[in-house]
């Protein structure tokens, strides 16, 4: 009797050590799953998105009146009509592009971690903005009437704290200088890429550091906020 009595408990032992392995290895590799499915639901809806656009331009070619139903079926994500585009946002733990890339396809613009938003707000002011911080910029675009200082290009920045939503403006100021100190000089400005959902965006100061009347050449400095930056980068070329 008690030697069946070992056999039946060693068998009990047995069957939860598989029990546990079991689950352990199922719930290790769920993420793993997620990540695969989602990759796929990426592929198919960028397929139909592809599809849908090559409808719109055969319909677009076949004259006034031309219509046609045509059915878009997503299996995961939020789908929006708004502004004259169809928007589609996947949220995902899955790496299926580089934080921040963008892919141009014609018609479908695909991007990764887009949150940023950018556009002007008055005449005479730029915001370029993501979930971090909120950054001004003087806008001045006439090529003929505007004029720039080495202290005005960026006005404000402002970082929200994460925990309230409050926002924090910072203090001092930015200064761009060409090895001469404060300056004024005539030029331009121009925003690039405005909009919502956006990679990254920029504002560009085409400076006329010679002085020269009537100068086609120009110095550029351009600032450009990416996604979920705390940071603005700066370049001058």
Request: glycine letters at 8%; a neutral charge.
């Amino acid at each position: 009797m008690k030697k069946k009595g070992d056999i039946w408990i060693a068998a009990i032992l047995y069957i939860l050590i598989i029990t546990v392995v079991l689950t352990l290895v199922l719930q290790a590799g769920v993420p793993i799953i997620n990540d695969l499915q989602d990759k796929t639901t990426f592929t198919r809806s960028k397929n139909t998105f592809l599809r849908l656009n090559q409808q719109i331009v055969d319909i677009s070619q076949e004259g006034a009146g031309s219509q046609r139903v045509i059915p878009i079926e997503v299996e995961k994500g939020d789908l929006e009509l708004s502004g004259g585009s169809l928007k589609w946002d996947l949220r995902t733990g899955a790496k299926i592009l580089e934080p921040g890339q963008e892919i141009d396809l014609g018609n479908l613009f695909i991007t990764s971690n887009a949150d940023v938003a950018a556009g002007p707000v008055t005449s005479s002011v730029y915001t370029l903005q993501n979930s971090i911080l909120p950054a001004n910029f003087t806008r001045c675009e006439d090529r003929t009437t505007c004029t720039f200082a080495s202290s005005n290009l960026l006005q404000k920045i402002r970082f929200r704290n994460p925990d309230t939503g409050a926002f924090s403006t910072t203090s001092g100021t930015f200064n761009v200088e060409f090895g001469q100190g404060a300056w004024n000089f005539s030029g331009f400005s121009k925003l690039e890429d405005a909009g919502d959902n956006l990679g990254s965006s920029s504002v560009l100061y085409y400076v006329n550091n010679t002085n020269t009347t009537n100068s086609t050449v120009f110095t550029v400095i351009e600032f450009t906020l990416g996604s979920n930056r705390d940071f603005v980068t700066v370049k001058v070329r």
